[in-house]
C-alpha cells in the first residue's frame, strides 16, 4: 500500500524559516477560530511567506523533495485556489514544468473553466497547496482535475496539521499521498531552541495538538 502521509527531508530547517518569517502566530487575547469553529491557539498564515526573504530557501527545500518521490512524478503543477497558486508558479518555475490551477467552482461567465492553465487531460499532475488540515478540500480540488481526465496521486504543501487522525484514511480512500514539508513536532522543537514559544506557550499549544475539539484558552 502507498504510504499516505509522506514528511519531507530538512523539516526542522522549514520549521524554522516560518518562525524566522512570522507566518506562526499565537493568540493575544481571543484565540483563532477556523472555518470548522474550532478555536486554537496559534495560526499559519503561508501566506506571508510569498514576500518572505526565507521563502526561496523553502521552495528549493520542497522542490527537492518533490524530485525524490519516485512513485508520485508529475508533469504539471496544479495551484488550489487561492493560497495553493503561487505555490504551483513557484514550484513550477523552479522544476521548469507547467503549472494551472484549480478552482473552487466553475466560473459562471466567459469560458466557465474551473481549470485554468491549459489541458491536463491525460497528464500527471500534483496538487499544491499552502497547508493541510483534514485533507477535505485536497479531495474535492483532486477530483475535478481527475474529472479533466488528469493523473493524479499527490497532493503536496508546506506544513502540515496533524491533529485530525482521519486524514490518512480519507487519503487513502481517494488514492492520494500528501507531501508536507514540516509539521507541529517541527516547529514546537524549533520555537523552543530558538526562544519563540514561552512555558505558557508551549504548554498551550501541546494541550490544543493533543485535544484539540477539547482545548480551553487560559486566562491570564
Sequence with gaps: MPERLIKGAGSEQVAA?????????????EPFTFTSGLKSPVYVNIRGLL????RDEVIRIWCEGLAGLADHQFDVAVGGETA????????A??????????????????MKNQIEGGDIS????????????DGGSKIAFVDVMRAAGATVSLTTSVFYYG????????????????????????????????GY?????????????SN?????????
Excluded: N
Excluded at 514576500?51 to 526565507?54: D, G, K, M, R
Excluded at 495553493?84 to 514550484?91: E, K, L, N, Q, S
Excluded at 499521498?177 to 522543537?189: A, K, P, T
Design 84 to 91: 495553493g497558486i503561487p505555490y504551483a508558479a513557484f514550484v
Design 17 to 29: 524559516a516560518l518562525l524566522a518569517s512570522g507566518v506562526i502566530r499565537f493568540y493575544e487575547g
Design 197 to 209: 514559544f514561552d512555558a505558557r506557550q508551549r504548554d498551550e499549544l501541546a494541550a490544543f495538538l
Design 93 to 110: 518555475s523552479r522544476t521548469g514544468q507547467p503549472m494551472a490551477y484549480v478552482r473552487k467552482k466553475t466560473k459562471d461567465f466567459g
Design 51 to 54: 514576500s518572505a526573504p526565507q
Design 122 to 133: 491525460g497528464k500527471r499532475c500534483a496538487l499544491i497547496e499552502d497547508l493541510t488540515t
Design 212 to 220: 484539540p475539539e477539547g482545548w480551553k484558552p487560559r486566562l491570564g
Design 163 to 194: 491533529i485530525y487522525p482521519e486524514t490518512a484514511g480519507r487519503l487513502a480512500e481517494h488514492d492520494l499521498s500528501l507531501f508536507y514539508l514540516c509539521d507541529w513536532s517541527d516547529v514546537l522543537q524549533s520555537g523552543a531552541a530558538a
